[in-house]
């Protein structure tokens, strides 16, 4: 039963390119959450997600970021036009319905970077 | 924003000795939950206590949750140097936004070194 699996693991971008990271949750995990971490810093929530609804987006930036949880396949994060204050790991993690609280299961992140 | 706030930001002790770090928190929590994260790896769930809980021990670990303090604490005896990580509390409250479903904040963590 594999874990959270996010790709790529390492991401590099210029500036003004788009970045898409994507997090495929546990089975039997329905709920997604993606948080973003500063070097140096915890974790700041970005976003939660359940299929094809987004609950909770107070965490997002209102320009360049966006979110999704398709019906079929992975959660996508998605940012436009990245600049250099978005560099930084991006982890998904993910829970079952119900258990949101009972502890996530976290991905190995997404380190991206832009040049 | 955060809610918590670990103390120490960092702590380097020697293998054998006991570690602990401690969280606040400002708002009411339903449960609070300590996790490690190895240098540039995902956070490892490590346990949870709840709000009606005072301490809990898992193997090496002890926690302990005082609400009247809204303060937690993480001991891990004999330390080894495999625990050497940084350590994050998280707590989970009701959340305002989208039907008040129980969000998980993370604090500032705090930065172990164990020395062999």
């Known amino acids: 039963n594999a874990g959270v699996m996010q790709n790529p693991r390492h991401l590099v971008r210029r500036r003004g390119q788009e970045a898409r990271l994507r997090c495929s949750p546990m089975?039997?995990?329905?709920?997604v959450y993606w948080y973003r971490q500063l070097p140096e810093e915890g974790l700041k929530f970005m976003v939660y997600l359940q299929k094809e609804n987004i609950i909770d987006e107070s965490g997002m930036p209102k320009e360049r970021f966006s979110a999704e949880f398709p019906k079929e396949g992975p959660s996508i994060l998605r940012i436009q036009q990245v600049v250099r204050g978005d560099s930084a790991a991006y982890f998904c993690?993910?829970?079952?319905?119900?258990?949101?609280?009972?502890?996530?299961?976290f991905g190995s992140g997404t380190r991206l970077t832009v040049v | 924003s955060q809610q918590g706030e670990e103390d120490p930001q960092a702590l380097s002790i020697q293998e054998g000795e006991n570690a602990t770090m401690n969280c606040s928190y400002k708002t009411s929590i339903n449960n609070l939950q300590w996790y490690r994260q190895n240098s540039g790896r995902g956070l490892v769930h490590l346990i949870l206590?709840?709000?009606?809980?005072r301490e809990k021990h898992s193997g090496r670990l002890r926690v302990t949750l005082d609400t009247s303090k809204k303060s937690s604490s993480l001991l891990i005896t004999a330390s080894r140097a495999a625990d050497t990580a940084s350590y994050f509390c998280?707590?989970?409250?009701?959340?305002?936004?989208?039907?008040?479903?129980?969000?998980?904040?993370f604090g500032t963590g705090t930065k172990l070194q164990v020395i062999p």
């Open positions: 089975k039997g995990h329905s709920h």
């Open positions: 998280a707590t989970a409250s009701v959340s305002m936004n989208s039907g008040g479903y129980q969000k998980v904040t």
């Open positions: 993690a993910s829970s079952p319905p119900g258990l949101a609280a009972a502890g996530y299961t």
């Open positions: 206590i709840r709000s009606n809980e």
